[in-house]
Structures are given as C-alpha cells and as structure tokens.
C-alpha cells in the first residue's frame, strides 16, 4: 500500500510538470508572408514588458531568420511621443505590409516565474486596413523557473499556427 501511495504521488508530482499550450485561430484568406515587412510587437502589463519586448524580438528572429521574412520588432515604450501612433509610424518607416500584434491578456506568476498565459494575436494588413488573421494561445507550465520557457511557448506556437494555417511554409 506504502509503495502504491508513493508510486502515485510521483505520478501527480511529474503531471504537475507539464507543460500545456493550446492555439486555434481564425482567419478567411491566406496571405503568403515569405519577402514582405512585418513588423511585430507585443503587449503586456507594465511590469513586464520586458518580457513582451524579448518576445517580440523572439519572434522577429524566427519569422526572419527561418522563414524568409523580413521582420522587425517594435517595442513599447512609457517614452512620450508626438505621434498619435507610434506603431504605425514605425511601419509606415519601415515600410511594412504587416504587423503581427501579439498581445498577453492574463498572466500567471509563480513567484518570479511566468507559469500561465492567456495570448490574443492578430496579424493586420496595413493595405486593406483590416485584421486577416487571429489566434489564440493558452499556455501552462507549473512550477517552471523564469520566464523564457514562457517565451519560447509563444514563439513556438505562434509560428505552428502560421504555419498551419499557410501564411509561412515549412523553412527555407
């Protein structure tokens, strides 16, 4: 019996572990993104935009570095500008089709740790002034240390859904 209790609680203990990241997305037209300008941000609260900035950058490097676009990462800032929108001032500079916005709607903190989160992307055409594709992502990972597994989770699962649903193709 000892032994059963004890097989069981490692059981609960390694189910505790893991890690679960769900994504679905929407979307009613494929637009090939391999050569164009997108510009990618990403949102959270205050107190960590850090780490909505080291996603961003993340995810520039991965839809650039694998994909074959050209992706460059705006960061937000509290800095006090002039524009009205300094997004689209930073696309329309950049000369961008697109802008990936990836926004963390509720996070989850173990300590220091990023543990959960809820994340609403959409990718925004700048020509037809319209969103073209959304998604979603929950993410979970208990007792996980720090908050780049968090980051890569994004990444990771932004980049299976684009290329599930056909707006990247497998690498170049």
Not at 19 to 39: C, D, H, M, P, R
Request: net charge neutral; with cysteine; charged share 20%.
């Amino acid at each position: 019996m000892k032994k059963l209790i004890s097989v069981l609680f490692v059981v609960f203990l390694l189910a505790g572990c893991s890690i679960t990241n769900i994504g679905q997305s929407n979307f009613e037209k494929v637009y090939a993104l391999k050569g164009e300008t997108v510009v990618v941000t990403a949102s959270a609260n205050s107190t960590l935009r850090d780490f909505a900035n080291k996603v961003a950058d993340m995810m520039a490097s991965s839809l650039g570095g694998t994909y074959g676009v050209n992706a460059i990462a705006f960061h937000e800032t509290d800095e006090v500008t002039l524009s009205e929108s300094p997004l689209a001032d930073f696309a329309k500079q950049n000369h961008a089709k697109y802008i990936l916005v990836k926004t963390f709607t509720k996070i989850g903190l173990y300590g220091n740790a990023i543990d959960t989160f809820d994340e609403e992307l959409a990718l925004l055409s700048l020509a037809e002034r319209k969103v073209v594709w959304k998604a979603t992502i929950k993410y979970e990972a208990y007792n996980r240390i720090g908050k780049g597994h968090a980051a890569t989770g994004s990444v990771n699962k932004t980049m299976e859904l684009l290329q599930k649903d056909g707006f990247v193709l497998g690498g170049m």
